[in-house]
């Protein structure tokens, strides 16, 4: 089977592109979904479900760390049961992909898996905030991609595109990036690009020290010269903690829930530092899925039935305002 690890940062539009890869190829191969959340609640399995491929839900942790037992265990169980010929492993954005990468390549599965292809979904909107924030989990992430598609392109202009594209492939220049919007790619040029990448441990380079001062001019020159930089996971605790509710049988007015996003949006939110939101609301005889990710809100309708559920991803997070807040978005 065919292993395609879909990694990025929270908010990048991991679900999106892996939507959009099951509209093409799930008539085609049999597909498992492989989705790893951050926190008890899962949103991104509800979504992913029903599109062309079995889904498979790991929340409550991280598949890098904390359920490396379980992933390898999972994996195991696929290939054995289900047998599928592709399977999408969605990690949480705030997994170490080394890790995961290591555990998929692992002799455990050398005569079941047939390739592995690491493709790294960017946000263009927030890259270079990212980048400075958190620059070792970044690279570390950059440097283990085979393909990366620079995504929401559309919300930036090309100028700041290209600036993008350069500091990715100063990171890592064996890789091929896309510029994608909405996580839409033209799929031959994806093929080509994952088919000419490195394919193995062995064949990707580690860059040079002129990419790595290159890099360091560039986008931190009041660092001083540094030869080499490398990634250290202590460095990278990002220190995030999750928030998750599931209602069954309730209601939501949509307007409350608007509110309620944008001031989770704030700067100074009482409700903690809002990184991620993310909720599925029941409003009347109609779902609606919110989302709050890169500093930026957006709602759209979707298909489905059962219960609401939200999954909020942050620091310092204040539990019981965030549930009374949305306690008050329960329509009457």
């Given at each position: 089977?065919?292993?395609?690890?879909?990694?990025?940062?929270?908010?990048?539009?991991?679900?999106?592109?892996?939507?959009?890869?099951?509209?093409?190829?799930?008539?085609?191969?049999?597909?498992?979904?492989?989705?790893?959340?951050?926190?008890?609640?899962?949103?991104?399995?509800?979504?992913?479900?029903?599109?062309?491929?079995?889904?498979?839900?790991?929340?409550?942790?991280?598949?890098?760390?904390?359920?490396?037992?379980?992933?390898?265990?999972?994996?195991?169980?696929?290939?054995?049961?289900?047998?599928?010929?592709?399977v999408i492993i969605e990690p949480t954005g705030v997994a170490t992909i080394a890790q995961v990468r290591t555990i998929v390549e692992a002799q455990l599965f050398?005569?079941?898996?047939?390739?592995?292809?690491?493709?790294?979904?960017?946000?263009?909107?927030?890259?270079?905030?990212?980048?400075?924030?958190?620059?070792?989990?970044?690279?570390?992430?950059?440097?283990?991609?085979?393909?990366?598609?620079?995504?929401?392109?559309?919300?930036?202009?090309?100028?700041?595109?290209?600036?993008?594209?350069?500091?990715?492939?100063?990171?890592?220049?064996?890789?091929?990036?896309?510029?994608?919007?909405?996580?839409?790619?033209?799929?031959?040029?994806?093929?080509?690009?994952?088919?000419?990448?490195?394919?193995?441990?062995?064949?990707?380079?580690?860059?040079?020290?002129?990419?790595?001062?290159?890099?360091?001019?560039?986008?931190?020159?009041?660092?001083?010269?540094?030869?080499?930089?490398?990634?250290?996971?202590?460095?990278?605790?990002?220190?995030?903690?999750?928030?998750?509710?599931?209602?069954?049988?309730?209601?939501?007015?949509?307007?409350?829930?608007?509110?309620?996003?944008?001031?989770?949006?704030?700067?100074?939110?009482?409700?903690?530092?809002?990184?991620?939101?993310?909720?599925?609301?029941?409003?009347?005889?109609?779902?609606?899925?919110?989302?709050l990710a890169s500093g930026e809100f957006s709602s759209q309708p979707i298909s489905?039935?059962?219960?609401?559920?939200?999954?909020?991803?942050?620091?310092?997070?204040?539990?019981?305002?965030?549930?009374?807040?949305?306690?008050?978005?329960?329509?009457?």
């Amino acid at each position: 089977m065919i292993v395609d690890i879909v990694f990025g940062f929270l908010g990048s539009g991991k679900t999106t592109f892996i939507i959009r890869a099951l509209e093409q190829w799930g008539a085609e191969e049999k597909i498992v979904v492989l989705v790893n959340e951050f926190g008890d609640v899962g949103i991104d399995g509800d979504l992913l479900a029903g599109q062309g491929g079995d889904v498979v839900e790991m929340p409550s942790g991280c598949i890098c760390c904390t359920l490396q037992a379980d992933f390898r265990a999972q994996m195991l169980e696929i290939s054995r049961t289900i047998k599928p010929e592709r399977v999408i492993i969605e990690p949480t954005g705030v997994a170490t992909i080394a890790q995961v990468r290591t555990i998929v390549e692992a002799q455990l599965f050398e005569d079941s898996i047939e390739k592995i292809n690491n493709i790294l979904i960017a946000d263009a909107t927030g890259f270079m905030d990212l980048y400075k924030a958190n620059r070792h989990f970044v690279e570390s992430q950059v440097e283990n991609a085979q393909l990366a598609l620079l995504n929401k392109c559309d919300r930036i202009d090309k100028r700041k595109a290209m600036v993008i594209q350069g500091a990715l492939l100063a990171i890592n220049p064996e890789m091929t990036v896309l510029m994608t919007e909405f996580g839409a790619v033209d799929w031959g040029e994806y093929q080509f690009a994952l088919s000419t990448a490195p394919r193995s441990e062995k064949d990707i380079r580690k860059k040079e020290d002129f990419h790595a001062q290159h890099i360091q001019e560039e986008f931190f020159p009041e660092a001083g010269h540094v030869t080499h930089p490398h990634f250290h996971e202590e460095e990278d605790a990002l220190g995030y903690e999750s928030f998750g509710c599931v209602y069954e049988d309730r209601s939501f007015d949509q307007s409350f829930l608007e509110n309620f996003f944008q001031e989770l949006n704030t700067a100074k939110s009482r409700m903690g530092e809002i990184v991620r939101a993310k909720g599925i609301f029941r409003i009347d005889d109609r779902y609606i899925l919110m989302e709050l990710a890169s500093g930026e809100f957006s709602s759209q309708p979707i298909s489905r039935s059962g219960e609401s559920k939200i999954s909020i991803i942050g620091r310092e997070l204040d539990r019981e305002t965030i549930r009374t807040a949305l306690d008050r978005c329960v329509g009457k």
